[in-house]
Structure formats: structure tokens, C-alpha cells
């Protein structure tokens, strides 16, 4: 009976944290070009130029880049990508990562409810220990990508995260890694 109201209390601070987190994000995030500014059509200097975007013009971010390098923006009908060193925030402000230190990585699979109350995601979902990382947080493991910590553990205490997979086999086969960590702010 406790370790049931344990749960509900911990969905309850998790839908808060989500709750919170998603106002935040809600708010639009426009950016004007310091110079003339080349527009891509992926988060990379080596990706194809689809326009310009002239300088002093000020665009709505539609999308940072997960290393918050890159912000998509649309110019002259086209949806494409220019570097952060080459704008200006006008309003809103672009997330930060703030890096969180060296973390063991393990896996696990098979679950069908996170703590937070959702169904757990590949690609998508770890269990963290709530202490270190809040429920709700967009995590970004470099060389994983970004995930989101939806899920707790008995055995995820301190640095560790665990990362859901498509199976307790696959899980297995890939045993326990370790990488940097960063938390978006």
C-alpha cells in the first residue's frame, strides 16, 4: 500500500515537472541574422544551401539542433538551418545543455509502464535517479543522442542511466557503456 502511494506521488511530481517544462517551452524563440546568413538544409556547414537570409531579418525558431548549434528557421518559403554564431536572439531564448559529468550507461527492456505513467519508447526513454536528473528532463548522451527521463530504477542510483531497448536480449548484448551527459535547461 505505501510503495503504491510512493508511485502515485512520484507520477504526480513527474506531470508537474512535464507540466512546468512544457510552458516554458511553449513561449517562441525568434532570432535576427547578425550578416547575411547561408540557410541549409541539415544542421551542417556541408549540407546543401537552399536560400539566404539577409541581415537584420528576424525569423521564429522552429527547432534547435539536439548540440543547440544549429536553429531551423523558415526564409522565403523554405525550412532550412543557420549556425547559432550567426544569429541574434531577439526574444525567447535558445535551450542550454548543461553537462552533467561521466555516466554508466545500462539497458533494460521489456517494461510496459514508466514511473512517470507513460509506455516506455526506444529511442526515447531512460530510467534516471530522480536525485540527479528530474523526472520529465531532455537528456542528450553523446554518441546515444536524446532522451528523456520518464522512467526510475532500484538499481539506477547516482551516475547511472538506464536506456530502453527493444528487448532484455538486446539489452544483455550490450552490457554496460559509459558517456558524457548533458541536461537541457
Known amino acids: 500500500m505505501i510503495q503504491r502511494y510512493k508511485r502515485l506521488l ?3 511530481v513527474a506531470t508537474m515537472v512535464l507540466a512546468i517544462s512544457m510552458g516554458v517551452s511553449a513561449s517562441a524563440t525568434t532570432v535576427k541574422a547578425t550578416s547575411n546568413v547561408v540557410v541549409r538544409s541539415t544542421a551542417s556547414t556541408s549540407s546543401k544551401k537552399l536560400t539566404t ?3 537584420s531579418v528576424s525569423r521564429t525558431v522552429l527547432k534547435v539542433s539536439t548540440n543547440t ?3 531551423k528557421v523558415k ?6 538551418y543557420v549556425h547559432t554564431n550567426r544569429v541574434k536572439v531577439t526574444s ?4 542550454k545543455r548543461v553537462k552533467l559529468g561521466k ?3 545500462t539497458f533494460y527492456g521489456g517494461d510496459t509502464t514508466t514511473a512517470s505513467g507513460k509506455t516506455p519508447r526506444i529511442n526515447h526513454t531512460i530510467a534516471v535517479d530522480p ?3 528530474a523526472l520529465g528532463s531532455k537528456v542528450y548522451i553523446s554518441g546515444w543522442g536524446t532522451y528523456y527521463a520518464e522512467d526510475t530504477g532500484g538499481a539506477i542510483k547516482g551516475n547511472i542511466i538506464d536506456i530502453f531497448v527493444t528487448s532484455e536480449a ?3 548484448r550490450l552490457g554496460v557503456r559509459y558517456a558524457t551527459v548533458y541536461v537541457y535547461k
Open 10 to 12: 512520484l507520477i504526480a
Open 53 to 55: 537570409m539577409k541581415k
Open 69 to 71: 548549434k544549429w536553429v
Open 75 to 80: 526564409v522565403n518559403g523554405k525550412s532550412g
Open 92 to 95: 525567447g531564448s535558445l535551450p
Open 103 to 105: 555516466f554508466k550507461l
Open 131 to 133: 536525485r540527479v536528473i
Open 170 to 172: 538486446k539489452a544483455n
